[in-house]
């Protein structure tokens, strides 16, 4: 498999790392475009170097590089994803506005009707926000804030991004083992 993974300048990068941390060892090859403001997350978010991360994907493209291969739709490949997706990404890929390459490769991943995931960050959400979130997902994407969900009892951060991140790869059919809702389930029963 081959997915393309966009880190952008919202909150969140750590989603982005963890992402290509798990394409890595599920053998899956990654084309890795980091934003401007995605590198000034990075170093304020996080302990990992640009150069740490760069090492972690198969190909690394600058996002002013309109002339790589995957701006292209006939290069062939399962899908993209944005973690995190800031409000600006999405707002260029839901109007087409294709002024660098993870908006372009988002918009390539849309016509060509292969999986694009979107891990959309910001709160409170404005009208604008909603209704692009809302344009993206009639267009074909999947939507996926990066929400944590309490119904696995997580113990740490790395709990809630690791929950967060075997959601994002289910949408490709890959299997990242984590507590799911079905191993859950006796303790989550109602109440008499
Ligand atoms: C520390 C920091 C945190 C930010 N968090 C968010 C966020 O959570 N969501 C968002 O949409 N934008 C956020 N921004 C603003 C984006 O970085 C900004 O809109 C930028 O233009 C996004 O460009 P990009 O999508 O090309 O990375 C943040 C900026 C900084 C400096």
Redesign the pocket.
């Known amino acids: 498999m081959k997915i393309i993974v966009g880190i952008?300048?919202?909150?969140?990068a750590i989603y982005g790392i963890r992402l290509l941390e798990e394409l890595k060892n599920l053998g899956v090859e990654t084309h890795l475009i980091i934003?401007?403001?995605?590198e000034?997350?990075i170093a304020?978010?996080t302990r990992y170097s640009l150069e740490e991360i760069k090492a972690m994907a198969d190909f690394c493209y600058d996002?002013d590089n309109m002339a790589a291969v995957i701006s292209s739709g006939s290069y062939k490949n399962d899908g993209m994803i944005v973690a995190?997706?800031?409000?600006?990404?999405?707002s260029g890929i839901t109007n087409g506005f294709d002024n660098?390459l993870?908006i372009r490769a988002a918009s390539v991943a849309l016509k060509e009707k292969r999986k694009l995931v979107l891990l959309t960050?910001?709160s409170p959400l404005s009208t604008v926000y909603l209704e692009n979130m809302l344009k993206a997902s009639q267009l074909g994407a999947v939507v996926m804030p990066p929400v944590p969900a309490f119904y696995s009892k997580p113990q740490n951060l790395a709990d809630i991004i690791n929950n967060t991140i075997a959601r994002v790869l289910d949408q490709f059919n890959l299997n990242m083992k984590i507590q799911r809702w079905e191993d859950m389930i006796e303790q989550i029963k109602p109440r008499d």
């Open positions: 952008t300048g919202a909150s969140g934003s401007k403001w995605g000034y997350t304020n978010e996002e995190p997706c800031s409000m600006k990404t999405l660098d993870i960050r910001e």
